[in-house]
């Protein structure tokens, strides 16, 4: 490899959509790693709507980007030079890592690929933070057991998709809601769960839910919030769970006028549980996480959906696209190929 | 003993507050005991508020009482005559039987009380259910460590007060709502809670709470729901637990009416958790909650309050009694004297 190096600067916060200006790109040199470092060359780079609350000043639930110094994110990259123990030369690994050609950190800010029988982008969407967040969220807070009765909403999204996926690896029964003909025909006829309900054209969604649930629901993988959950916390078993991973309807309500139904007394009378978490809850379990999801992928027991941009130079555009909708499952870029495929 | 015995009856379901002539005295014998039975002397009997529920003709969470058939509840009993080796004439035994000055039952349908150095009377209250309630609620869900912070709503009730006391013995910062100045007085000069807040005449229950909470709210036992509720999850920590007890301000509030802040934003940025349950989800841990409340309570370390009547004949003023206020803290009978003091 020559010195060559580039990376992506945060140049301005923007106000509402982010724009090409928003990006700058730079010329640096790859810096020499010590002792215990290692230099990783960026074969695929992940990016994600959640990064335009971290192009903020105020705090959101990680810490914002600062100006003029690079923006980060998942990546998953190649060692192309180590001086750690732990790491050799053409060892795959992911991490949170800079938005640069070549990162140069700590061995310990990269996790090792152990598993390269199934796709390396792999590890930045099901075996990454939405299959993680699938896994741990469905798996350790809503403990579905064989027979009983799943439901999750957004479940055409990257997480939902992979949430009911892993329940029916689990013996559950999956129901799915989501806003589209064409995503109900997805969750049934290719990831073969029981019965999807397109929330939109549905004239009464608990009734639609209590015929396709007519043993009740015993979890319920809430990622949305709002009127959807209103009508499934009608249906809810007595100890049911409820994994809460998102609250879209309520992020651009203003909280003194987000109003709905008390769901304390649901839960009261079935003795019911929620929980609120984020992935990164479960950091020093994600390796058997990891772990499993990459296992059921590889047996084929695990879909899920990509849209691939090639280049470097195409990331900012592949960002932007985010916010247009285009993109079809998770969106990734695809920056190197790696040096032995 | 003679052979006389007494029961009352439900000799109607009434239609609003009950009445003398919802109950009916009827003369029996005492049932003589077959292999393996008992025959339990009532001395304590408890009546409840949740018994009026059971007198109507709809389920609510446990089975309505059938006409002309005796009332049944928490009693604490003598044995006096035992065809069971488990249990023997004189041991004392609690248990949920008729409303009768003797019954006739399984060895198995009591539990022996083991610990006879607290008064009989505190296994029907902070030894009982409600005793059960807080201890299950506040250590299973709630879980307090040392040196975290404890809020509690109903804080004077027969469960608040037990919570909040729980919640020192382990170390914890104790707040307790409640809604009278009195009441107030009672938990900090008395159970040595570190504060407490009367809601009806505090001008804003949210800075109240958090003057009193510096470092926000880690365990939030609920036993009111309502706009107390929403004060307090306003100031919830990350990862904090809610045991959801009561929902005391929805009871009366048509559902489709009883509509309040959305929570789950709330939980999800704090990545918080709320369970509701009742005592009976933990019965097969009674025995372990009562050793450990009796320990406390012969340390000095739990204090409660008693209404006690004297009088089988006086069981249904008592009853009637707990919709007029009258009693101060859990209200009993007090049947019989037990043989050997």
Redo the contacts between chains.
């Keep these: 490899m020559d010195n060559q190096n580039q990376q992506i600067l945060l140049a301005n916060r923007p106000e509402g959509l982010p724009t090409k200006e928003t990006f700058e790109f730079r010329e640096i040199p790859i810096e020499k790693p010590k002792d215990g470092q290692v230099v990783v060359k960026t074969l695929y780079l992940s990016v994600d709507p959640y990064m335009r609350g971290r192009m903020n000043a105020g705090k959101s639930?990680v810490e914002p980007y600062a100006i003029n110094a690079p923006i980060s994110g998942g990546i998953v990259g190649e060692i192309v030079e180590s001086r750690s123990e732990k790491l050799k030369a053409g060892d795959k690994v992911q991490g949170s890592l800079n938005w640069q050609l070549y990162n140069t950190v700590d061995a310990a800010a990269v996790r090792k690929i152990e598993n390269t029988n199934v796709p390396l982008s792999a590890y930045l969407s099901v075996l990454g933070m939405t299959g993680l967040t699938a896994y741990f969220g469905l798996l350790d807070i809503g403990q579905p057991k064989e027979g009983e009765t799943v439901v999750v909403s957004g479940a055409a999204g990257a997480v939902g998709s992979t949430v009911g996926q892993i329940a029916k690896i689990k013996g559950a029964k999956v129901v799915g809601i989501a806003g589209s003909d064409e995503k109900i025909k997805y969750l049934e006829n290719e990831l073969g769960f029981d019965k999807g309900i397109n929330y939109k054209t549905t004239d009464h969604l608990q009734k639609a839910l209590e015929e396709a649930c007519p043993n009740g629901v015993d979890v319920y993988f809430?990622n949305v919030?709002?009127s959807v959950?209103d009508a499934v916390l009608n249906c809810l078993n007595d100890f049911a769970r409820i994994p809460?991973?998102?609250?879209i309807s309520?992020y651009n309500a203003d909280?003194?006028e987000?109003?709905?139904?008390?769901?304390?007394?649901k839960?009261?009378?079935?003795?019911?549980?929620?929980?609120?978490?984020?992935v990164g809850?479960y950091s020093n379990d994600f390796a058997r996480g990891i772990q499993d999801l990459a296992e059921w992928l590889s047996q084929g027991k695990l879909k899920y959906k990509e849209t691939i941009v090639e280049g470097f130079e195409n990331v900012p555009d592949a960002f932007l696209g985010l916010f247009e909708g285009k993109n079809l499952g998770k969106q990734l870029v695809k920056v190197s190929e790696p040096s032995n495929k």
């Excluded at 839960?267 to 984020?278: A, D, P």
């Design positions: 639930y809430d919030g709002g959950s809460l991973c998102g609250a309520s909280e003194n987000d109003f709905g139904p008390r769901i304390q007394p839960l009261l009378k079935t003795h019911s549980m929620i929980k609120g978490f984020i809850d």
